[in-house]
């Protein structure tokens, strides 16, 4: 069963031994390691054994020491392997986060003869900060990018509007520096106030801008300043 034998015979005179002993206690021959038929070696066939095996050492070492070697090499390539980055298309793709949409209010909207389209929207005064006026005209550009031309005006007042409008039916007095009177000029005072920005589309051009007037659009008696903000 694969189990130690417990007896070797002498090899000199046959007497049975204890498997561990050393020297035949009937003629005093010293007893080596057990042949398979259960003899011991010779003291010659023991000491070549010893020599094989004391050759067989080094040979036996280096075996060793390569299988740790190559065990070792294998624990670093594995830690090296989950330090370097892996290749674009195994990486998990993390989604950028989405920056909120501005909300709006569209007033009015028409096409114009060359094809584009000009709208004037509405926006909380909350929003008449460059920080958010950037961002809506990056919302614009992404909303307009597939038109010929696009010019939105940009409104945080609902009034300042409707005097745009009834500018628009009454131009010639409107323009008319003799014919205001002061409710008038009052109006346009509200409008040019409110007027805040004017975004431009024009993708055949590469123009994608914004016309940004912080504390509204001026005129040649009261310039403001104006803001170019580029959304390329």
Same mark, same amino acid.
């Given at each position: ?34 042949? /398979? ?5 010779? $003291? ?42 892996? $290749? ?7 989604? $950028? /986060? ?14 114009? /003869? ?108 009261? $310039? ?9």
């Amino acid at each position: 069963m694969g189990i130690l034998p417990k007896t070797k015979k002498c090899w000199q005179c046959g007497t049975v031994a204890a498997f561990e002993a050393d020297v035949c206690a009937s003629c005093g021959s010293a007893l080596g390691m057990v042949k /398979p038929n259960g003899v011991a070696n010779t $003291p010659e066939e023991q000491r070549k054994l010893q020599e094989s095996m004391r050759r067989g050492m080094p040979i036996l070492a280096g075996i060793v020491g390569l299988i740790v070697l190559a065990w070792i090499v294998s624990v670093i390539a594995s830690l090296y392997k989950s330090d370097v980055a892996q $290749p674009a298309s195994e990486q998990v793709r993390v989604a $950028p /986060p989405q920056v909120p949409q501005l909300q709006f209010s569209t007033l009015e909207e028409k096409s114009t /003869p060359s094809g584009g389209i000009a709208r004037c929207i509405l926006v909380d005064p909350s929003h008449n900060n460059r920080s958010d006026i950037e961002r809506l005209g990056r919302q614009l550009k992404e909303k307009d990018s597939s038109l010929v031309s696009a010019s939105t005006t940009v409104y945080d007042n609902i009034e300042a509007y409707k005097v745009a409008g009834e500018a628009m039916d009454n131009a010639k007095s409107f323009v008319d520096e003799r014919k205001k009177t002061k409710a008038r000029k009052a109006l346009e005072k509200l409008h040019d106030e409110h007027f805040i920005a004017m975004v431009i589309i024009i993708p055949r051009n590469n123009v994608y801008e914004v016309q940004y007037h912080p504390k509204g659009i001026g005129n040649d008696t009261d $310039p403001k300043d104006e803001i170019v903000i580029g959304l390329q």
